[in-house]
């Protein structure tokens, strides 16, 4: 497959991109001067899919290949997904791959469970807070390696509770006690130790306000 790609001029989105690192800098413990994310504007549903290598669902609006965003384009964006345009929720799209890009270089190894990876990236990039807030959490920790679009809606509240009722720092604890897990029963002992309770829907809810 080729593709024809070229450089344009889009001095909000280089602004954004600069803002969010000096933003995120603090989260990850780094300071990234080199080799940072290029955004990718994608124009329509079908050079998405076939970048993907599959058909894409419409509320897919953006990802991360690890080093770089791929974003579809704000002209594009009503027209090709089933998503409203607004400047607040695009540059919270965007901070929320380049959250995936700062994970990569300072988590290589995280790779599951989704729930907490995408948690993560929703929590930080702010779109947990216009999401219509969950009254109960019931769907959630089902996603760990594969995703699905009810998985944002929950897993940012519960990164959310991780991080008020225990602190910033044992996320990141439990992010890097994810080089040492194996198994699913090997991620329960870990956040158990960690938190002090069992990673399971009694115990998030209980915690929910």
């Not at 280089?14 to 290029?38: A, C, H, V, Y």
């Not at 609006?61 to 607004?86: A, Q």
């Not at 990164?159 to 699913?184: A, C, P, T, Y």
């Not at 029963?185 to 829907?201: P, R």
Request: net charge negative.
């Amino acid at each position: 497959m080729v593709f024809r790609v070229e450089s344009i001029s889009d001095d909000d989105l280089d602004k954004l991109l600069d803002n969010f690192i000096i933003e995120l800098e603090p989260f990850f413990g780094i300071t990234w001067k080199w080799n940072r994310p290029s955004i990718f504007l994608v124009e329509d549903r079908n050079t998405i899919d076939l970048i993907k290598g599959n058909k894409t669902p419409s509320w897919l609006v953006g990802w991360s290949s690890g080093k770089d965003i791929f974003i579809l384009s704000k002209k594009s964006f009503e027209k090709e997904s089933c998503h409203e345009y607004s400047y607040e929720e695009y540059s919270m799209l965007l901070k929320h791959e380049l959250v995936h890009c700062f994970c990569n270089v300072v988590f290589p190894w995280m790779q599951k469970p989704l729930w907490l990876m995408e948690g993560i990236a929703v929590y930080l990039s702010g779109q947990y807070k216009t999401k219509e807030k969950s009254e109960k959490f019931e769907e959630f920790l089902g996603y760990v390696d594969k995703g699905g679009e009810r998985l944002y809606a929950e897993s940012g509240a519960a990164v959310d509770i991780l991080v008020d009722n225990f602190g910033w720092e044992n996320v990141v604890e439990l992010i890097r006690g994810l080089k040492n897990v194996g198994s699913s029963e090997d991620f329960e002992v870990l956040f158990q130790g960690i938190f002090g309770f069992e990673a399971c829907y009694e115990e998030f809810n209980r915690r929910l306000k």
